[in-house]
């Protein structure tokens, strides 16, 4: 569930069932401004409903992370009219198809046992890990910089 967060002493509460309910009634009648009480202060403050995606039907997808040595980057699926590829705009690197990003993830995972961590297997295919460790992007840090020459990864 998600959590939402006070403006007044900046923490992030669990809403109650009644105020999922509010925020998704304000919401479909196109609503920006409604008072939520904080389950942490009890103050009130206002919300915007619909600029959230809060309690969306549709989950957020995770983005991968970049399976090449030291990058801190994430893959994103690139959709274009006569191109579909994986590309990853920290490194540039480019992957034609799912098969040569799993193959590349499967290779970092062999390599640094910590990737594991970043990457769960599922029957269509690897999907980033939502539960992480927070000390990631240090673990990346010990690992040893690739240089990409060719950025197409295939
Ligand atoms: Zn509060």
């Known amino acids: 569930m998600d959590l939402i967060k006070c403006d007044r002493c900046e923490s992030g509460f669990r809403p109650s069932s009644e105020q999922v309910n509010f925020i998704l009634s304000s919401k479909e009648k196109g609503m920006t401004f409604i008072m939520l009480e904080c389950g942490n202060c009890g103050m009130s403050f206002p919300f915007n409903p619909s ?15 970049t399976p090449i040595p030291g990058s801190h980057g994430y893959v994103s699926f690139v959709d274009d009219e006569d191109e579909k590829f994986y590309g990853c705009g920290e490194t540039g690197a480019i992957w034609r198809n799912k098969e040569n ?7 970092i995972i062999n390599k640094y046992p910590h990737r594991k961590k970043c990457y ?9 890990n939502s539960n992480e460790p927070s000390n ?14 060719r950025f197409k990864r295939d």
Do not use: C
Request: proline residues 4%.
């Open 101 to 107: 990003l799993s193959r590349d993830i499967e290779a």
């Open 136 to 149: 990631m992007d240090e673990l990346i840090d010990q690992e040893e910089v690739e240089e990409l020459r």
């Open 51 to 65: 600029s959230t995606a809060l309690f969306d039907e549709e989950p957020q997808e995770i983005p991968i992370r």
């Open 120 to 128: 769960l297997k599922t029957g269509s295919g690897w999907i980033a």
